[in-house]
């Protein structure tokens, strides 16, 4: 005789598969959050129309993205990228995400040609990016978005040298902030001033 497997699930599990509001509602917040990338978009739109002069042509050729997904380490997540040019080896993106639970973030992303071109400027700009609260990202893995202590760190925290050594160590450069969830009155503003920050720094 086979063994039969049991559903074991607790108490307050069994009340949230029988709750079809918990669902509902998240899918409701999603659809909110993604309204809101676009409209920040349209905002950084504004912001890129400004310093278009000194992007290269083809990253502004690829229009604006937001992506969705469930499972980032367990969690959903939202994501804009704008501008963006993902090429093997070459890449150029600032990237405004909403990761369940954890935060909004912006990250600059560069690497190959693109990394080669700015990272004198990202250097120059060091006590602009730690004035800002950045982090530069400090792992191997560039598709990491956690700010974990072995992922990135705090500009601020880093002396010059150091700065400078991260920025031209690996073939990619990542700069990020991260924003609370808690402050969703101020994110707006938050995200197009931090995302004007990393324009005007670059170019």
Request: proline share 3%; hydrophobic share 40%; glycine share 4%.
């Amino acid at each position: 005789m086979k063994h039969k497997t049991k559903i074991q699930l607790l108490p307050f599990e069994v009340e949230m598969i029988c709750d079809t509001d918990i669902i509902l509602t998240k899918n409701a917040i999603m659809q909110k959050l993604k309204m809101f990338l676009e409209e920040i978009q349209l905002q950084q739109k504004k912001i890129i129309e400004k310093n278009i002069a000194g992007f290269p042509e083809e990253v502004l050729k690829t229009s604006p993205k937001v992506s969705r997904g469930e499972n980032y380490k367990g969690l959903p997540w939202l994501v804009l990228d704008y501008p963006r040019h993902f090429e093997p080896g070459n890449i150029f993106a600032i990237r405004t995400m909403f990761w369940w639970g954890k935060f909004f973030s912006i990250t600059l992303h560069l690497s190959g040609r693109y990394k080669e071109l700015l990272v004198s400027k990202i250097i120059k700009n060091k006590s602009r990016l730690a004035k800002n609260d950045y982090y530069i990202c400090i792992s191997k893995n560039e598709w990491e978005h956690n700010f974990d202590a072995d992922n990135y760190k705090k500009v601020s925290d880093l002396s010059g040298k150091e700065f400078e050594e991260i920025s031209g160590k690996k073939i990619f450069l990542k700069l990020a902030k991260k924003f609370s969830l808690n402050k969703t009155a101020e994110i707006e503003s938050a995200i197009c001033s931090s995302y004007e920050v990393l324009v005007k720094l670059i170019f």
